[in-house]
């Protein structure tokens, strides 16, 4: 499984940013999708998971970020708004498939207040 990431970039505070993530591969159905993001110094963090219509999300996202999946196309979005300096970070995608992680390579994110 090969996970491609896109949409990162240079935001103002306050400002929107979608992330999109894109499965290819021998893939059929992929167990668990979803986001993380690790910050210069800190460890990598979940921001949110998605998996048979169950949704998970890091507090500190909550009621700012939505995921959304394409099962069909086995691609996974990160829409954020009301994003503050403090989600500075490389966010990744993973996709859990047969008992296995796989991770995208990640794309910068940075929220300029």
């Known amino acids: 499984v090969q996970l491609v990431e896109s949409g990162g970039g240079l935001v103002q505070a306050g400002g929107s940013l979608r992330l999109s993530c894109a499965a290819s591969?021998?893939?059929?159905?992929?167990?668990?999708m979803g986001w993380y993001r690790q910050a210069p110094g800190k460890e990598r963090e979940l921001v949110a998971k998605?998996?048979?219509?169950?949704?998970i999300y890091a507090d500190s996202v909550k009621g700012r970020f939505t995921i959304s999946r394409d099962n069909a196309k086995n691609t996974v979005d990160l829409q954020m708004n009301s994003l503050k300096p403090e989600d500075t970070a490389v966010y990744y995608c993973?996709?859990?498939?047969?008992?296995?992680?796989?991770w995208g390579q990640g794309t910068q994110v940075t929220v300029s207040s």
């Open positions: 993973q996709a859990l498939y047969l008992g296995y992680a796989y």
């Open positions: 591969g021998s893939v059929v159905s992929i167990d668990v």
């Open positions: 998605t998996n048979a219509g169950s949704t």
